[in-house]
């Protein structure tokens, strides 16, 4: 996990909505100043227009999973990596027009926020059922998937920045 992302544990939901709040506006900040064409730095690794296909699919996805289990707390959620939405989003990105994607990720954003404004203090400790971690808390789900997930890829894209010579600036300075 990220310094830029605390534990959900133990927030409230309006601290939890706020942590995802900050997040959004560092990503999108950070998108609005990245070179989309920029390649990926290596086989392994993402470029930055691939980040902000993801940016754009990985919220639609858990906001769905947030909402069916908002309607029923016994169903699975979660995914793992080889999921085929997040492989053909990511394996689109080439080629994509660079404000194609950055438009893309906003709505993404807007929408799982409106999920989470949905949920109450108690939600957050609530148990869920995830598809590769079994039984554990929304929290957990919430770190995973939403306020880590992000935090990740704002390092990630920090990164591919610094890599790339267009995103100098001081060590954990913020856009």
Do not use: C
């Not at 534990?7 to 990245?34: I, R, S």
Request: charged share 25%; net charge negative; glycine share 8%.
């Amino acid at each position: 996990m990220s310094a830029e992302a605390p534990t959900t544990a133990g927030m409230t939901a309006a601290e939890v909505v706020a942590t995802n709040a900050a997040l959004d506006a560092k990503l999108l900040a950070e998108l609005e100043a990245a070179d989309l064409g920029v390649p990926a730095p290596g086989e392994a690794e993402w470029s930055p227009i691939e980040v902000a296909a993801h940016l754009a699919e990985f919220p639609r996805f858990f906001a769905a999973e947030l909402e069916r289990w908002m309607s029923d707390r016994e169903t699975t959620v979660g995914r793992t990596h080889d999921d085929a939405g997040r492989l053909a989003a990511v394996g689109a990105a080439p080629g994509t027009d660079p404000e194609e994607a950055r438009a893309a990720v906003a709505p993404a954003f807007a929408l799982l926020a409106r999920v989470l404004e949905r949920l109450e203090d108690a939600d957050v400790a609530a148990e869920t059922n995830n598809v590769k971690y079994g039984r554990e808390p929304l929290s957990a789900f919430l770190d995973r998937y939403v306020v880590g997930h992000k935090a990740g890829h704002l390092e990630q894209l920090r990164a591919l920045a610094r890599r790339s010579g267009a995103g100098e600036r001081p060590e954990g300075a913020d856009r």
